[in-house]
């Protein structure tokens, strides 16, 4: 299994660009979700997936587009860029079990943004 | 509010002592679940212990236990006989099974383990 994997590892931007950050799992997750590392800030939810089809806003979606037509893909588009999303986006997946709480939620790699 | 705090922005610890890093919860779910990740500064982001609120008794896992006090709401974190590998960020953070499955981070202890 490769996990969870996130593409690019880098990536500069000039503001008001788009671009897609890439998200994979391949362990079957339900459950996905994005955040951002700033420091100070820990990590940020900014929206999650309950399952194919299904999306949601966590603390800070604004800026930041999300859409989940298979299990296995959840891409985060950021329509116009700007510098305050200078950040680390990680994609997070785990298992979404019926009656438990404690399952781990699995990390990829993370994605370094510069927005100039 | 869901909301994790961690009162310990850096800590500086000697190698081989023993190190406790705070996390204090707020929620009003009564059932929930807490977790200690660490990030080396490699970046990524490695599962360390759960605790999950119905639990008797407190979480080990190796070096890591998990210090619940419910009433108190609070969670900390132990590590024994530290190593410079512990060198690192650690994040506390809550699942609430009453807000959508969430999971909320605190801003993190960095810690430094000194030879």
């Known amino acids: 299994n490769a996990g969870v994997t996130q593409t690019p590892k880098f990536q500069v931007l000039k503001t008001g660009q788009s671009m897609t950050l890439q998200c994979a799992q391949d362990m079957n997750h339900e459950y996905m979700s994005w955040y951002r590392q700033d420091p100070g800030m820990g990590l940020r939810l900014i929206h999650y997936?309950?399952?194919?089809?299904?999306?949601d806003q966590g603390e800070v979606p604004n800026g930041y587009n999300v859409s989940r037509s298979t299990t296995e893909d959840f891409p985060l588009r950021l329509l116009s860029a700007a510098p305050s999303q200078t950040s680390v986006y990680f994609c997070?997946?785990?298992?979404?079990?019926?009656?438990?709480?404690?399952?781990?939620?699995?990390f990829g790699p993370g994605t370094r943004l510069t927005v100039l | 509010a869901q909301k994790i705090t961690q009162t310990q922005p850096g800590m500086f610890v000697q190698e081989k002592e023993a190190v406790t890093l705070d996390c204090t919860y707020d929620?009003?779910?009564?059932?929930?679940?807490l977790f200690w990740y660490k990030q080396p500064s490699s970046g990524e982001m490695i599962f360390l212990i759960y605790?999950?609120?119905?639990?008797?008794q407190n979480a080990t896992e190796g070096r890591y236990s998990l210090n619940f006090q419910k009433a108190r709401k609070s969670a900390n974190l132990v590590i024994s006989a530290s190593q410079l590998g512990d060198s690192a960020m650690y994040f506390c953070?809550?699942?609430?099974?009453?807000?959508?499955?969430?999971?909320?981070f605190g801003k993190g202890t960095r810690l430094h383990i000194l030879p």
């Open positions: 997936s309950v399952g194919a089809g299904i999306t």
């Open positions: 997070a997946s785990r298992f979404t079990p019926s009656g438990g709480l404690g399952n781990e939620q699995f």
């Open positions: 605790q999950g609120s119905y639990d008797q």
């Open positions: 929620t009003s779910d009564p059932s929930y679940g």
């Open positions: 953070a809550m699942r609430e099974r009453g807000r959508d499955d969430k999971i909320i």
